[in-house]
């Protein structure tokens, strides 16, 4: 279909051919590359990381301004060597000795004071990128779920990888960026001491050169800000191709992909070549005007050699600072660009670091203890992701200690967030949640996620084997215990039966094993935590019958002796629930045992006797009807 024909507007790039796009919701991410060159904020924030290195600091400055110095007087112990050591009459043998000596111990300075730079600058470095790294994983470990649900993970992968390389590339330049300031003031002085006329002729070339610059930077930042984007277009677009690459050989899409994909391919080639082309202009450019200058130094450093106006000394050493004058100029346009992106990646880190944890334990929080029961309770609960729209509205009910509570209604009806609250994960915006006859948010975090063990629809696990995946949650349990719990749940069998058994490592989120032999997994990794409450979220949906048997079995020893709240979409695995809570659009509507419920003729009952095996199998005009009947 042709968006013109609908009054959209026509991207101006659009050939028409079909593409294929990385996409992260319904929009293509293209986070700056390029920010200002100095953003007083964000070099605050990264000398925060920066100050516990001072010492390493101050030594790397101080080497480079003695590489800086030993550059600069190399020249002048040449000038000095033919000036005074050639002088009309013979060749004076104690000078160039002594100018010899003084050269090697020069040479062996310089050596010295580059290694000592790049060896002190380089660790200082890796131990502020290693300082940020942990310390954003740390914040992200305790940032609120509300962050995370806004933020996409491919976003955090880039600010962790590539803009803290990014803010490490500037560490280790911008200490040669004084090294290099250092240089061409140097150069300019010497020179301009040596002989000042001189001097200003050979320095008639540099407006040339920042008229040449500041036309060539406007392009050269667009094109590559232009490289970068199809870059990262290009791969997306691989990243998609490869995670989805089932669906992409279900429905042969493999031929038309590769097509595709050869297109954006071939954009991005031409977008580098482009970037590419504009980066080596500047080359030849600045190699003409040094052969200018050296030229000028040749002719007009000739005459007034001839002249006798200066020695011939002084000549040579202008052309060797001449040859070393547009190399820090060459270096500071390089580091100017570092520093543009180190800006840009320092401001999205520092907004990661920013993040405000929203959830955190109340300035007087106590910890649930042995002596807390397992009831809980909600108490005209109002809560919502948006305050605008809530997704529980004023709802209430208890679970007493050992009691086993089911939590049913259509999808949206507020279930899965109703488990949330009860861990914390969210805060409630009226009424309390209360744990253990205490609000949750009077008591730590830690304590409640000891007090609350959680088996959710999709068991996370992950790399590593399956003994550290089974305690990954009470790393203090013995290797007894997790076997223990693994026969409990009945999972011992098939573990024993993996090629390592409990020391068998699994593959990405547990791939190498079946759903069913996952949640298994999940369940001894909550029956060992022994907590009191145990949530159950859908931890029965999406597996076969058999598979379903199993965990049954499991959920009965799972749940004996402890405050249990099942969700769950089928009925039959909630009839022997103590008691039933029933939501819809966020509103408790019943409450009850089975037979209460059926006896009371309400949406439990309808549907039960409609015999649908799941609330998601329920037609939409069923859904709407009953919704109907509730208000």
């Known amino acids: 279909m042709n968006p013109a024909q609908h009054g959209e507007p026509r991207d101006p790039h659009d050939d028409g051919r079909p593409r294929m796009r990385a996409v992260v919701g319904s929009h293509r991410i293209e986070e700056e590359i390029f920010g200002r060159a100095f953003d007083g904020k964000v070099v605050r924030r990264i000398w925060e990381f920066v100050r516990p290195y001072r010492r390493q600091v101050v030594i790397s400055v101080a080497a480079v301004l003695t590489f800086t110095a030993t550059q600069l007087s190399i020249p002048l112990l040449i000038r000095y060597a033919i000036d005074h050591g050639m002088e009309p009459g013979g060749v004076q043998n104690n000078v160039l000795t002594v100018v010899a000596i003084l050269?090697?111990?020069?040479?062996?300075?310089?050596?010295?004071?580059?290694?000592?730079?790049?060896?002190?600058?380089?660790?200082?470095?890796?131990?502020?990128?290693?300082?940020?790294?942990r310390r954003m994983f740390a914040h992200l470990q305790r940032v609120s779920l509300s962050f995370m649900d806004k933020t996409e993970v491919g976003r955090l992968m880039s600010r962790l990888q590539g803009d803290v390389n990014s803010m490490q590339e500037f560490l280790e330049t911008s200490v040669l960026s004084v090294g290099d300031i250092m240089l061409l003031v140097g150069i300019v002085g010497v020179m301009l001491w040596l002989d000042w006329q001189l001097a200003l002729l050979v320095l008639m070339v540099i407006p040339i050169l920042l008229v040449v610059r500041i036309l060539w930077l406007?392009?050269?930042?667009?094109?590559?800000?232009?490289?970068?984007?199809?870059?990262?277009?290009?791969?997306?677009?691989?990243?998609e191709a490869i995670h989805g690459v089932r669906a992409v050989q279900a429905m042969d899409r493999a031929a038309l992909n590769a097509r595709l994909y050869d297109e954006l391919v071939e954009d991005n080639f031409n977008a580098h070549l482009r970037?590419?082309?504009?980066?080596?202009?500047?080359?030849?450019?600045?190699?003409?005007?040094?052969?200018?200058?050296?030229a000028v130094v040749v002719v007009a450093g000739g005459l007034m050699v001839v002249s006798g106006r200066i020695e011939v000394g002084v000549m040579v050493a202008f052309l060797f600072y001449i040859q070393r004058f547009f190399d820090p100029i060459r270096s500071l346009t390089m580091q100017y660009s570092v520093m543009q992106r180190a800006m840009a990646s320092g401001h999205r880190l520092t907004e990661v670091l920013d993040v405000e944890v929203a959830v955190q334990d109340a300035p007087d929080a106590v910890a649930l203890g042995e002596d807390d029961d397992g009831s809980v309770e909600f108490r005209n609960v109002t809560f919502g992701y948006d305050p605008e729209h809530p997704v529980l509205?004023?709802?209430?009910?208890?679970?007493g200690s050992g009691e086993t509570v089911a939590l049913i209604g259509p999808t949206?009806?507020?279930?899965?967030?109703?488990?949330?609250?009860?861990?914390?994960?969210?805060?409630?915006?009226?009424?309390?949640?209360?744990?253990?006859?205490r609000d949750v948010r009077a008591v730590t975090q830690e304590s409640l996620g000891r007090h609350i063990a959680m088996v959710l629809q999709e068991p996370y696990l992950f790399t590593g084997s399956v003994m550290d995946n089974i305690r990954y949650s009470s790393h203090w349990a013995t290797d007894d215990d997790v076997v223990e719990a693994a026969r409990a749940v009945g999972a011992h069998e098939f573990i024993s039966?993996?090629?390592?058994?409990?020391?068998t490592i699994l593959d990405e989120r547990g791939g190498n094993l079946s759903l069913g032999q996952r949640q298994l997994?999940?369940?001894?990794?909550?029956?060992?935590?022994?907590?009191?409450?145990?949530?159950?979220?859908?931890?029965?949906?999406?597996?076969?019958?058999?598979?379903?048997?199993?965990?049954?079995?499991?959920?009965?020893?799972?749940?004996?002796?402890r405050t249990g709240l099942v969700i769950a979409h089928r009925l039959a695995t909630i009839r022997n629930a103590d008691r039933i809570v029933v939501l819809q659009q966020g509103q408790l509507i019943e409450e009850g045992d089975h037979e209460a419920l059926m006896d009371a003729g309400g949406l439990y009952s309808r549907l039960y006797t409609m015999n649908y095996a799941s609330f998601d199998d329920l037609p939409d005009e069923i859904t709407e009807a009953e919704r109907a009947i509730a208000t």
């Open 103 to 133: 050269f090697a111990v020069v040479i062996a300075i310089n050596y010295v004071a580059s290694r000592t730079q790049e060896a002190v600058t380089g660790r200082m470095a890796e131990n502020v990128l290693f300082d940020i790294r």
């Open 218 to 239: 406007a392009r050269a930042r667009a094109a590559f800000m232009a490289a970068h984007e199809a870059n990262s277009v290009t791969n997306g677009a691989l990243a």
């Open 275 to 294: 970037a590419s082309r504009l980066a080596q202009i500047m080359v030849p450019i600045v190699d003409s005007l040094t052969g200018i200058a050296m």
């Open 393 to 399: 509205k004023n709802v209430s009910f208890r679970v």
């Open 412 to 437: 949206g009806s507020g279930k899965s967030s109703s488990m949330a609250l009860i861990h914390r994960f969210y805060d409630v915006d009226d009424g309390a949640v209360m744990v253990g006859g």
């Open 497 to 503: 039966a993996l090629p390592h058994g409990y020391e």
């Open 521 to 561: 997994l999940s369940f001894a990794r909550a029956l060992v935590v022994d907590a009191r409450i145990l949530v159950l979220d859908e931890a029965t949906a999406n597996i076969d019958s058999y598979t379903e048997m199993q965990i049954q079995r499991a959920l009965r020893t799972l749940l004996e002796g």
